[in-house]
């Protein structure tokens, strides 16, 4: 096999699967990560995959579900990122959540031991030696200054760009259990032994809610720099305040929804409940789900603490916010994710415009089969686009609009039609739609592994 490394700058869940999709294929790898010399706004650690935000790689339903669908996928296809999912996973309903501690220092572990990975703890300032002739670029939502500038020059594009929020994590001895319970939504999980209780809930009655919201809204907030208030945020990850300020009842039909869960003491249901989830494989600490916020810290603590439950809470982690930036992927990638201004250059994971922790690192798998592939003298057609690698792969290289690109989930508008029919021959939909999709998706995964080995025969 070729002795030249593969280069790959970050460290992250997509770098990291890049990496280890590479390696496993026979091939070096070198991984570049600057941390911990060069720190990030977001970063806590200077471990390997670290996870930043919530500890939550989200449903883990391969039959209904999109990102469980591309779990499976992953899986099939050896990826460590699930691997130490599966290995860390903590209560969490039908969600798959992990002890993020213990997730990042075994990706990293896995990293360090395999004998074709080196890792370079540095920064690669600007763009990569020209003598680097297969580097994927990962650096994730938070790049450098120096690679960021690099790549608008070289691309002649503004990088896009929006802000993401961090949400507080609790300590679980600080939770007021004779007020909050154990309940997942609608018991999910409940046909697993001692499961469908993974998730604290603190209920709000209608006055305590909207004393809440007019809190929220009033509460002072981190102000941003001149060049960042035009800044989008993710729909899929607003501030909480930022939700309130769309009408009061808002947070209660989204991530405060009392739908699916009874309160223990009443019977019955109420108006407004947070939710907490497990965040370490203690069960010392848990995450508000939902809850990121771009408060100040003083009054995150004074806010949060009105939440019934959370009263005498003591926050392990208060809420954060900064920015990212991700490239106009479908005007600037080419299929495989090289750069089209320089094809040595391939990108992967949050950068593209992917979004979420599980979308980050398919896309690392995929960029380190095409550059390992691409290394080897041999042809990696991308998988089909009726898979959910392949899907969004497709949204990101091309499917979607290049004007009015932003950073997207994986999830079933991304796949093309199935021509489905039940019994009496009408076209199937919903739920049944979505299971003839994954099995679809499951079939054509599989043949398209098989097809493209990760190891050269």
Same mark, same amino acid.
């Given at each position: 096999m070729n002795s030249t490394p593969i280069h790959i700058i970050g460290g992250g869940l997509a770098g990291s699967e890049a990496a280890w999709q590479i390696a496993e294929a026979g091939l070096p790898v070198v991984i570049h990560e600057m941390r911990p010399h060069r720190a990030t706004e977001a970063h806590k650690t200077a471990g390997l995959a670290e996870l930043v935000c919530s500890n939550s790689f989200r449903s883990d339903d391969p039959d209904y579900n999109a990102v469980g669908l591309l779990h499976a996928e992953m899986r099939r296809a050896g990826s460590l990122?699930? @691997?130490?999912?599966?290995?860390?996973?903590?209560?969490?309903?039908?969600?798959?959540?992990? !002890?993020?501690? +213990?997730?990042?220092?075994?990706?990293?572990?896995?990293?360090? &031991?395999?004998?074709r990975i080196n890792i370079d703890r540095a920064e690669v300032a600007g763009l990569p030696p020209e003598a680097w002739d297969s580097v994927i670029v990962a650096t994730g939502p938070l790049t450098s200054p120096a690679l960021s500038s690099a790549l608008r020059a070289l691309t002649g594009e503004d990088a896009l760009a929006f802000f993401d929020a961090i949400a507080p994590i609790v300590h679980r001895e600080s939770i007021n259990m004779?007020?909050?319970?154990?309940?997942? %939504?609608?018991?999910?999980?409940?046909?697993v032994e001692g499961g469908g209780?993974?998730?604290?809930?603190?209920?709000? !009655?209608?006055?305590?809610?909207?004393?809440?919201?007019?809190? #929220?809204?009033?509460? *002072?907030?981190?102000? =941003? @720099?001149?060049? *960042?208030? !035009?800044?989008?945020? =993710?729909e899929g990850c607003l501030p909480i305040e930022v939700m309130a300020e769309r009408g009061v009842e808002t947070l209660a039909h989204g991530p405060m929804k009392p739908v699916g869960l009874t309160n223990p003491r009443t019977g019955g249901r109420s108006h407004a409940i947070v939710q907490l %989830?497990?965040?370490?494989? /203690? +069960?010392?600490?848990?995450?508000?789900?939902? =809850?990121?916020? @771009?408060?100040?810290? +003083?009054?995150?603590?004074?806010?949060f603490k009105m939440i019934p439950g959370l009263e005498n809470a003591e926050f392990a982690r208060l809420g954060g916010i900064h920015r990212n930036t991700f490239i106009n992927s479908p005007k600037l /990638?080419?299929?495989? #994710? %090289?750069?089209k201004a320089m094809p040595r250059l391939r990108f992967a994971g949050q950068i593209t415009g992917c979004e979420g922790y599980v979308e980050s690192a398919a896309v690392? #798998?995929?960029?380190? %089969? =095409?550059?390992? &592939?691409?290394?080897? +003298?041999?042809?990696q057609a991308p998988p089909p686009n009726t898979t959910a690698l392949g899907a969004i792969l497709g949204h990101i290289t091309g499917g979607a609009d290049a004007t009015t690109f932003q950073p997207m989930n994986v999830n079933f508008g991304l796949f093309p039609e199935i021509d489905a029919r039940d019994g009496k021959g009408r076209p199937i939909r919903g739920r049944d739609r979505k299971k003839a999709l994954s099995e679809r998706a499951l079939a054509d995964i599989d043949r398209w592994l098989g097809k493209t080995p990760l190891a050269a025969e």
């Open positions: 990122i699930l @691997k130490a999912a599966d290995a860390h996973r903590v209560p969490a309903g039908s969600a798959l959540a992990v !002890d993020r501690d +213990g997730f990042s220092a075994t990706v990293e572990q896995a990293l360090t &031991a395999h004998p004779d007020i909050a319970w154990f309940q997942s %939504r609608y018991d999910k999980g409940a046909e209780a993974d998730y604290i809930n603190c209920p709000m !009655d209608k006055a305590q809610y909207e004393s809440f919201i007019a809190a #929220l809204i009033a509460g *002072e907030k981190t102000q =941003f @720099k001149d060049w *960042e208030k !035009d800044t989008p945020y =993710f %989830r497990q965040d370490n494989a /203690l +069960g010392t600490l848990f995450n508000m789900v939902g =809850f990121q916020t @771009k408060l100040k810290h +003083g009054e995150q603590v004074r806010i /990638l080419d299929g495989t #994710l %090289r750069l690392g #798998l995929m960029a380190g %089969r =095409f550059a390992a &592939a691409e290394r080897a +003298g041999r042809t």
